[in-house]
């Protein structure tokens, strides 16, 4: 076969170079056609759409013809042309084929579209190959990039903080633990606690849950910062918005105080969905059309609204007067209670629609860090809650005051051992700071409509769930 540079499927549908020879490489959708001449529908995964390649059959060999069948892998020279087909400006009239990888019909498990999610959960190895997950994980690449661009164009450093840690603090009760200890030989003391002297990192070590605390010792350095890499919570919550692994994005910036926190925060959620409007048009089109038909007019609509700011307390009395109007909750509402995502949701959804970001939760169901109010009673919170999804984003004003973050931490019997180099950053130079947590899935299921969590990360983790 003739050496011919190799043009990118996504390239070749923009091109309008007829006459010419090009050469593709993809994966073969559908064939179909007749005696005379066949339709493949070939597919790189540089873009959702197929490039059609026209296969004169008295051209090709049989051996070579029955090789094409759909999942094969192939290599085509052959000329440009305009089509004549709807829905397609270009194809390809084949000159030469080369066949790189066969795909048995019998077993390759990809034969028809319209496979369940569910099923291709179980095949998550060859679900990338489908449309959906192929638009999926294009868009899940576009918005980390429009991520990382967003921070650097407003001055943010990309600040790495560590997945193995020693502190518990944050995630007491629900963190995966790393020991190279033998489990089935574990050296206790003459109480039967184990021992971790001999243990990797000489003591108890597990994956972290957030980055937040190291991020803030470098707010408090570099100014403003951005972390965005994987955590990790062993929390048993079997729901379509909770993963085991999963990506956040956590912004700390020295001299914000909670006002300037939530502009952040809704600039850029605007400014991702943008970014998805503007560059992944083809992918949320297709899945707008496969799977939510709301999907784009949702996306539009974040954009032009201003989000709700609502202290927690005005929210609770939206909420006990739906229950007193006849809304019925699964689950209980009084001041005090950390909300459910269908609280959320009704706020969002049914009361505002709009987005809302809550302020000023009570203390006792927040983190020892937040800022503490004058009531005594609230920290200066902020929830971003969203459409369909609910909780987005957390984040806080944090507690820049070293003697009150020191009771606070008394109160919650959180060991020093864990918080003493935390506390330097308000030992040492405090300023007034905040920060906030974007559960990378949780915006890409508001991006792409999907409905489960497990549908937006490529290998999803989940209780007693870690194939592939
Ligand atoms: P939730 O109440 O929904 O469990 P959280 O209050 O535990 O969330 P934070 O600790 O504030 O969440 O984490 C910040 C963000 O990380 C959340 O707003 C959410 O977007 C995301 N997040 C939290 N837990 C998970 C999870 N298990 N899987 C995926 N994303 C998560
Ligand atoms: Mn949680």
Same mark, same amino acid.
């Given at each position: 076969?003739?050496?011919?540079?190799?043009?990118?499927?996504? #390239? =070749? @549908? %923009?091109?309008?170079?007829? !006459?010419?020879?090009?050469? +593709?490489? &993809?994966?073969?959708?559908?064939?179909? /056609?007749?005696?005379?001449?066949?339709?493949?529908?070939?597919?790189?995964?540089?873009?959702?759409?197929?490039?059609?390649?026209?296969?004169?059959?008295?051209?090709?060999?049989? #051996? =070579? @013809? %029955?090789?094409?069948?759909? !999942?094969?892998?192939?290599? +085509?020279? &052959?000329?440009?042309?305009?089509?004549? /087909?709807?829905?397609?400006?270009?194809?390809?009239?084949?000159?030469?084929?080369?066949?790189?990888?066969?795909?048995?019909?019998?077993?390759?498990?990809?034969?028809?579209?319209?496979?369940? @999610?569910?099923?291709?959960?179980?095949?998550?190895?060859?679900?990338?190959?489908?449309?959906?997950?192929?638009?999926?994980?294009?868009?899940?690449?576009?918005?980390?990039?429009?991520?990382?661009?967003?921070?650097?164009?407003?001055?943010?450093?990309?600040?790495?903080?560590?997945?193995?840690?020693?502190?518990?603090?944050?995630?007491?009760?629900?963190?995966?633990?790393?020991?190279?200890?033998?489990?089935?030989?574990?050296?206790?003391?003459?109480?039967?606690?184990?021992?971790?002297?001999?243990?990797?990192?000489?003591?108890?070590?597990?994956?972290?849950?957030?980055?937040?605390?190291?991020?803030?010792?470098?707010?408090?350095?570099?100014?403003?910062?951005?972390?965005?890499?994987?955590?990790?919570?062993?929390?048993?919550?079997?729901?379509?918005?909770?993963?085991?692994?999963?990506?956040?994005?956590?912004?700390?910036?020295?001299?914000?105080?909670?006002?300037?926190?939530?502009?952040?925060?809704?600039?850029?959620?605007?400014?991702?969905?943008?970014?998805?409007?503007?560059?992944?048009?083809?992918?949320?089109?297709?899945?707008?059309?496969?799977?939510?038909?709301?999907?784009?007019?949702?996306?539009?609509?974040?954009?032009?609204?201003?989000?709700?700011?609502?202290?927690?307390?005005?929210?609770?009395?939206?909420?006990?007067?739906?229950?007193?109007?006849?809304?019925?909750?699964?689950?209980?509402?009084?001041?005090?209670?950390?909300?459910?995502?269908?609280?959320?949701?009704?706020?969002?959804?049914?009361?505002?629609?709009?987005?809302?970001?809550?302020?000023?939760?009570?203390?006792?169901?927040?983190?020892?860090?937040?800022?503490?109010?004058?009531?005594?009673?609230?920290?200066?919170?902020?929830?971003?809650?969203?459409?369909?999804?609910?909780?987005?984003?957390?984040?806080?004003?944090?507690?820049?005051?070293?003697?009150?973050?020191?009771?606070?931490?008394?109160?919650?019997?959180?060991?020093?051992?864990?918080?003493?180099?935390?506390?330097?950053?308000?030992?040492?130079?405090?300023?007034?700071?905040?920060?906030?947590?974007?559960?990378?899935?949780?915006?890409?299921?508001?991006?792409?409509?999907?409905?489960?969590?497990?549908d937006v990360i490529p290998f999803p983790r989940t209780p007693k769930n870690a194939d592939f």
């Amino acid at each position: 076969m003739e050496t011919i540079r190799r043009t990118k499927i996504v #390239d =070749v @549908l %923009k091109s309008d170079a007829f !006459g010419t020879v090009v050469n +593709v490489k &993809g994966w073969v959708r559908t064939r179909r /056609g007749s005696k005379q001449v066949n339709f493949i529908a070939l597919n790189d995964g540089s873009t959702i759409h197929n490039v059609q390649v026209v296969v004169d059959v008295d051209k090709f060999s049989e #051996d =070579v @013809l %029955k090789l094409i069948t759909t !999942g094969a892998s192939m290599s +085509v020279n &052959g000329v440009l042309v305009q089509s004549q /087909g709807k829905g397609q400006q270009v194809e390809i009239q084949a000159n030469e084929i080369e066949i790189y990888g066969t795909a048995d019909p019998a077993t390759y498990p990809l034969q028809k579209k319209g496979h369940s @999610l569910e099923f291709l959960r179980e095949i998550a190895h060859l679900r990338p190959r489908t449309n959906t997950f192929g638009a999926i994980f294009r868009i899940r690449h576009n918005m980390a990039y429009a991520i990382h661009k967003f921070f650097h164009e407003r001055g943010f450093f990309y600040f790495h903080t560590p997945l193995i840690t020693a502190s518990d603090c944050e995630g007491a009760g629900q963190m995966f633990q790393v020991t190279t200890l033998d489990l089935n030989n574990l050296p206790k003391d003459e109480n039967g606690a184990v021992v971790y002297d001999g243990d990797f990192f000489g003591k108890q070590a597990s994956l972290t849950v957030s980055g937040q605390l190291e991020g803030e010792l470098a707010a408090t350095a570099l100014g403003q910062i951005y972390t965005f890499g994987p955590t990790f919570r062993a929390e048993n919550s079997n729901t379509p918005r909770h993963l085991a692994e999963f990506w956040m994005i956590e912004p700390e910036m020295a001299f914000y105080d909670i006002q300037d926190n939530m502009e952040l925060a809704e600039a850029f959620i605007k400014y991702c969905v943008q970014w998805a409007l503007d560059n992944c048009m083809d992918d949320i089109q297709f899945l707008n059309d496969m799977f939510d038909k709301e999907l784009i007019a949702r996306l539009q609509g974040v954009l032009k609204e201003d989000f709700v700011r609502l202290p927690y307390t005005e929210g609770i009395k939206i909420l006990e007067e739906a229950v007193a109007k006849g809304h019925t909750f699964e689950f209980p509402v009084y001041w005090g209670v950390d909300l459910a995502s269908e609280h959320e949701r009704y706020l969002v959804e049914e009361h505002f629609k709009r987005p809302v970001i809550l302020t000023d939760y009570p203390k006792e169901i927040k983190a020892f860090y937040m800022k503490q109010n004058e009531d005594g009673k609230t920290v200066r919170a902020m929830d971003v809650l969203f459409p369909k999804i609910g909780e987005i984003i957390g984040g806080s004003e944090r507690e820049a005051d070293y003697d009150k973050l020191l009771n606070r931490i008394n109160e919650l019997h959180i060991p020093m051992k864990d918080m003493w180099w935390y506390l330097d950053t308000r030992r040492f130079g405090t300023v007034p700071h905040s920060g906030f947590g974007l559960g990378f899935e949780r915006l890409l299921l508001f991006v792409t409509g999907m409905a489960n969590i497990r549908d937006v990360i490529p290998f999803p983790r989940t209780p007693k769930n870690a194939d592939f």
